[in-house]
């Protein structure tokens, strides 16, 4: 989207970084879902590392999906 726009739309950037956190927070519910431990269970630095690298991972690819999505949906309007 970026190489086809040249720019950042801010109000698209910041709907997707909105619906970034939701992925987020949906990436550590299924990580909860699949492992045989929960949130209570994480003792040390390296449990709680991973736990926040997953929801970073979760927020950085929903946020650059749904920037890509919402360009393809609503393109911006050019500059006159």
């Given at each position: 989207m970026l190489a086809r726009v040249h720019t950042?739309?801010?109000r698209r950037l910041v709907q997707a970084e909105l619906?970034?956190?939701?992925?987020?927070?949906?990436?550590?519910?299924?990580?909860a879902k699949v492992s045989s431990s929960g949130f209570t269970d994480?003792?040390?630095?390296a449990d709680w590392f991973l736990?926040?690298?997953?929801?970073?991972?979760?927020l950085v690819s929903t946020t650059?999906?749904?920037?890509?999505?919402l360009g393809w949906i609503k393109?911006?309007?050019?500059?006159e």
């Open positions: 950042l739309v801010s619906l970034g956190l939701l992925g987020g927070v949906l990436s550590l519910s299924i990580m994480a003792g040390g630095p736990i926040a690298s997953v929801f970073g991972f979760g650059m999906l749904a920037y890509t999505l393109p911006a309007k050019p500059a």
